[in-house]
């Protein structure tokens, strides 16, 4: 309980949340500017920043300049878990959603139009929307076209 007020009141420090389909602009007021851009890759095709808060790396995945998914990520050099709660907590900060329904996997909800992840380790928390969903996809999609093409412009796959 000591920890679920305890990340609570970080939350509040951080100021509102962010919620998604906020600008750039309206994440880094919040956040401030990024500690990290890394380029898209297979993993995370589009537009990500890596944001500091607290404890806590919160990455941002942006779909036309709007971000589409937030993650909550404990640092590799800590011993902190995200309980649950928090994960539930976190997740209703940034979508305005309270009620999360529990799905038939492990650590997976779903509220409204959203699904909340917790990873195993419970050092990972993903909250995302169906535009993130529909734009990886497609992000991934052209990804491998791009490959296809590079291969084919050079005579095949390498042997």
């Known amino acids: ?5 305890l990340f609570v009141l ?16 309206e994440i880094e007021a919040r ?8 380029p898209a890759n297979e993993k ?14 919160i990455m941002v995945v942006y ?29 209703g900060a940034v979508t305005g959603v309270k009620e999360w329904t529990f799905l ?3 650590y997976h909800w779903r509220g409204g139009e959203y699904t909340l992840g917790l990873t195993t380790n419970q050092r990972i928390a993903t909250v995302l929307g ?16 791009d490959a296809k093409a590079i291969e084919d412009a050079f005579g095949g796959s390498p042997k």
């Open 104 to 106: 038939k996997d492990n």
């Open 130 to 145: 169906k535009t993130y969903l529909t734009a990886q996809a497609a992000a991934k999609k052209q990804m491998s076209k």
């Open 63 to 91: 779909v036309d300049k709007k971000s589409a998914m937030e993650q909550m990520v404990i640092p590799q050099d800590s011993t902190n878990q995200i309980s649950v709660a928090q994960a539930k907590a976190f997740a």
């Open 31 to 38: 956040y401030g500017k990024p500690i990290s851009i890394p």
């Open 1 to 5: 309980m000591k920890r679920l007020i």
């Open 10 to 25: 970080i939350l509040l420090t951080v100021g509102a949340q962010a919620k998604l389909g906020e600008t750039l602009e």
């Open 44 to 57: 995370v095709p589009l537009e990500h920043r890596l944001y500091k808060a607290n404890a806590y790396q």
